[in-house]
């Protein structure tokens, strides 16, 4: 079945580190999208690519960085400089551009991120 | 602006009581809009979506949503609320080509739906 798949399901990580969560899909969609949702806050768009090669910064973009160098794959590093990177993190894609509009998004289970 | 907003962050019902999550949006350009559901430390699942034609939308375990252009609204309804139903509710809208969020959702801040016995 298609889908797309977030590793892993729990992830700890020390003061200063970079950690990177895994984002896989096999839904043959352009569109991937990485949000930070914290209890009360909804979803917060932190990147998004609409292409391989290709990514824009979304609201809270700082601190966090990604790659999209396979149209199947599209990692997210949270990095040292993030502040307060304690949060679960959805993925999710798409079909590119219009198709949104009558197809919307598919999600990923999420990763929980907690530093310790 | 183009926007989103879900009146009521906390909903609480009884269970075999109706259950209304509202939901409306602003702007000129006609919308598509989105029902998702989020149950504990999951990913989000489609319930419902509306796009064109038939304004009242059926989704998955028995919710609806009606889009209302002249309320700009498309609140959820079920007729009644089972214990399972308790989860956090989003609503989401894209405004195709003529919006300034072309080819991406904007996102309600969610309610959350507690159900009693």
């Known amino acids: 079945d298609g889908g797309i798949t977030q590793s892993p399901k729990y992830l700890f990580r020390k003061e200063g580190q970079n950690v990177t969560l895994s984002c896989e899909q096999n839904l043959n969609h352009d569109a991937m999208y990485w949000y930070r949702q914290d209890p009360g806050q909804g979803l917060r768009l932190i990147y998004y690519?609409?292409?391989?090669?290709?990514?824009q910064k979304g609201d809270i973009a700082e601190g966090y960085s990604v790659s999209r160098e396979k149209k199947e794959s599209f990692p997210l590093t949270v990095t040292s400089a993030q502040k307060n990177p304690t949060a679960f993190y959805l993925c999710?894609?798409?079909?590119?551009?219009?198709?949104?509009?009558?197809?919307?998004?598919?999600f990923g289970s999420g990763t929980r991120l907690t530093v310790v | 602006a183009q926007s989103v907003t879900q009146l009521g962050s906390h909903v609480s019902v009884s269970e075999g009581a109706l259950v209304l999550l509202r939901c409306n949006y602003s702007?000129?350009?006609?919308?598509?809009l989105f029902w998702y559901v989020q149950y504990p430390n999951q990913g989000l699942q489609l319930l419902l979506k509306y796009t064109t034609g038939a304004t009242l939308v059926k989704g998955i375990n028995g919710f609806e949503a009606e889009f209302k252009k002249s309320e700009t609204s498309f609140h959820l309804t079920k007729p009644s609320a089972h214990m399972s139903d308790a989860a956090e509710y989003f609503c989401a809208v894209t405004w195709g080509a003529g919006g300034t969020s072309y080819g991406k959702l904007t996102f309600g801040q969610g309610t959350i739906l507690t159900v009693h016995p």
């Open positions: 999710a894609s798409s079909p590119r551009g219009v198709m949104t509009e009558t197809y919307g998004y598919t």
């Open positions: 690519s609409q292409i391989v090669n290709d990514f």
């Open positions: 702007s000129s350009v006609p919308p598509y």
